[in-house]
């Protein structure tokens, strides 16, 4: 069974959300996403100070089988990106949810994260896809 | 639709698969990660289920003349000759790539082909429409399953784990081919042949003994591998993959295939040599090449490839990461006087790669700078 926290908010295209503590939100891949798209080897974050609508692709993760885009989930300026994926795009692999982050945004205006899904609503939507 | 198996799905279950729809056929990408299963097999020894290629025996007294006309590369290299292997092309008439196989002499008058799964119905048609009057049986072999046993130690583990069942098999030499127990139940076709760049074989048995030699070869220590690394070994080992690097639309001498055309014999009318004669003549535009990525990034089928001073573009034919050179690498058709370096246009950016010859890596050792 693929691991889908509880504590994290979701996208139809299988990125996660952390709100955290100072309102910015960090993003990353589900664990679902990276068992598709396997051995990950190359990921492109975006700079620090990039501007990004809702669902506009803002990084790409590769792995050796496909090259996959990442869907900005709330409008936002890029706060911070992991470096370290940079030498040890693995990381996503071994673990997803923390390790494997890819970037955090500062929401450029309120948000009640209405448009996000919950886990149980994830966990809908990863069965129906692997029928 | 419903996917087709091959005799061997259980075991794959049983051994951890990922499965997908590759090409009709629920086949194992991988079995937790592709590049340690790639690794394995530069290293050690790794195994394929390849039950989903297609097998044909053709028999009869003009199977010589019928395969001088059917295929690119010229059979009478291996006539008279049982356990030889040949890799051709079948080209059209426009002399497009129909499809690439391999080729096996095995008795007088009985020659086994082996096509690619993918391009099974339309390569049976066309070889059953060029039959005419001739005295040749075409049979396809979907009795049939094969193994590919691949790696530096891949023989050694086999005959640990198959004994009697491939007796014979160590003395074959590099693209040879013995038949075991012939019309018997124990009957194997063993080819010392692959689709790796590694030293190995590719076994041929009933389908109802594929999962027990599958189990037994797993016992011994062969690694059961996906067809992710299947495709990052080919691609290291510079061979081409059908549908990528050459189709119907594409001249082997435009997809690094002109080794296997064989002009030599002015008689021998093989389908498509008008059609090559005649782009020979008008010229060739195109070589096909090996690329580097120097910078970090992945190549991928059909990124442009733009030459300075050219205006001419290439084209990347496939494209992966290398596990072995930790580099991404690719094939290309470039302008024929393209040399050294190239830009690859990789989403907003171009990005420069070194043009080498293929293939990138054999035995184990990366034989490009």
Redesign the interface.
């Known amino acids: 069974m693929t691991d889908i926290p509880q504590e994290l908010k979701y996208t139809k295209s299988h990125e996660w959300v952390r709100v955290e503590d100072d309102g910015s939100l960090t993003i990353g891949i589900t664990d679902h996403a990276q068992g598709l798209l396997g051995d990950m080897v190359f990921v492109e974050l975006p700079d620090l100070g990039d501007e990004f609508e809702a669902e506009q692709d803002c990084a790409v993760v590769e792995s050796v089988k496909a090259a996959s885009d990442i869907y900005c989930p709330i409008e936002g300026e890029v706060i911070a990106i992991n470096e370290e994926l940079e030498e040890a795009p693995e990381q996503i692999n071994v673990n997803a949810y923390h390790e494997g982050w890819l970037f955090r945004i500062q929401p450029l205006k309120e948000n009640n994260f209405d448009d996000l899904m919950s886990p149980e609503d994830y966990a809908e939507l990863v069965e129906s896809e692997s029928h | 639709m419903t996917l087709k198996e091959t005799p061997i799905i259980k075991a794959h279950q049983d051994m951890g698969a990922?499965l997908v729809d590759f090409g009709g056929w629920n086949m194992p990408?991988?079995y937790g990660?592709?590049?340690d299963e790639h690794h394995q097999v530069r290293k050690d020894a790794g195994m394929f289920d390849v039950c989903h290629m297609t097998i044909v025996d053709l028999r009869g007294c003009e199977v010589n003349d019928y395969l001088a006309k059917l295929l690119a590369n010229d059979v009478a290299k291996i006539i008279g000759k049982p356990g030889k292997a040949l890799y051709s092309c079948m080209l059209n008439d426009e002399g497009g790539v129909i499809d690439d196989l391999i080729t096996y002499a095995m008795q007088d008058a009985w020659v086994r082909v082996i096509v690619n799964s993918s391009t099974r119905k339309k390569d049976l048609a066309w070889m059953r429409s060029q039959i005419g009057n001739m005295a040749v049986e075409l049979n396809e072999r979907d009795d049939l399953a094969m193994i590919a046993v691949q790696g530096p130690n891949a023989r050694e583990l086999a005959a640990k784990a198959l004994g009697d069942d491939i007796d014979g098999a160590q003395a074959l030499k590099p693209f040879n081919a013995l038949l075991i127990n012939a019309d018997s139940d124990k009957e194997r076709f063993v080819a010392r042949t692959g689709y790796t760049g590694e030293d190995g074989y590719e076994i041929v048995c009933a389908n109802d003994q594929a999962e027990q030699m599958w189990r037994q070869l797993a016992a011994a220590g062969v690694h059961p591998c996906g067809l992710?690394a299947r495709d990052?070994l080919r691609l290291e080992a510079g061979m081409n993959l059908y549908g990528n690097d050459m189709d119907e639309t594409q001249s082997p001498l435009e997809s690094g295939l002109s080794w296997t055309v064989d002009f030599s014999n002015d008689k021998r009318r093989f389908i498509g040599r008008s059609a090559l004669e005649k782009q020979k003549e008008q010229g060739i535009n195109y070589k096909f090449v090996g690329l580097i990525l120097k910078g970090?990034?992945?190549l991928?089928a059909h990124q442009q490839v733009l030459i300075e001073n050219n205006a001419l573009t290439g084209e990347l034919t496939s494209g992966?990461?290398s596990?072995t050179m930790q580099q991404?690498i690719g094939f290309a058709r470039v302008p024929t006087d393209a040399e050294d370096t190239c830009l690859v246009a990789i989403?907003k950016k171009q990005l420069e790669a070194k043009i080498v010859k293929l293939p990138f890596v054999r035995n184990g050792k990366v034989l490009v700078d």
């Open positions: 990922k990408i991988h990660s592709q590049i992710g990052t970090k990034g992945v991928r992966t990461f596990p991404a989403r």
